[in-house]
């Protein structure tokens, strides 16, 4: 079984930064995709940023030069480095972690910024 936990969130005034880590417990698993998700209310989750297969690194525009998705070597861990946060990046915060045949969630993290 495995359980993906988040941390790092809470509330930020607008210019602020926050890093989100993201990681697996559990049986020890390379993962293939990781991902950061987020959700706004009354929206949709959309995606934020994430690793390909490839090790490319896919970013939403709205967060491109200011969120910076990175993770550890053995690739059961990853961070989002949130530079100058804008109200509208209010939203909870989920990490994905994939496996070929199989992704996980975790359960969220609140990121508020305040104006």
């Known amino acids: 079984q495995v359980q993906v936990v988040e941390s790092g969130g809470g509330l930020v005034q607008a210019g602020g930064s926050l890093r989100l880590s993201c990681a697996a417990s559990g049986r020890t698993f390379v993962f293939n995709g990781m991902a950061w998700y987020r959700q706004a209310p009354g929206k949709e989750r959309e995606l934020v940023a994430r690793?390909?297969?490839?090790?490319?690194?896919d970013y939403a525009d709205s967060v491109k030069d200011r969120f910076r998705i990175s993770r550890n070597n053995a690739r059961n861990r990853v961070f989002l480095q949130m530079d100058s946060l804008k109200p509208e990046d209010t939203a909870v915060y989920f990490c994905?972690?994939?496996?070929?045949?199989?992704?996980?969630w975790g359960q969220g993290t609140q990121v508020t910024v305040s104006s």
């Open positions: 690793f390909n297969t490839d090790g490319s690194i």
């Open positions: 994905n972690l994939a496996l070929k045949f199989q992704s996980y």
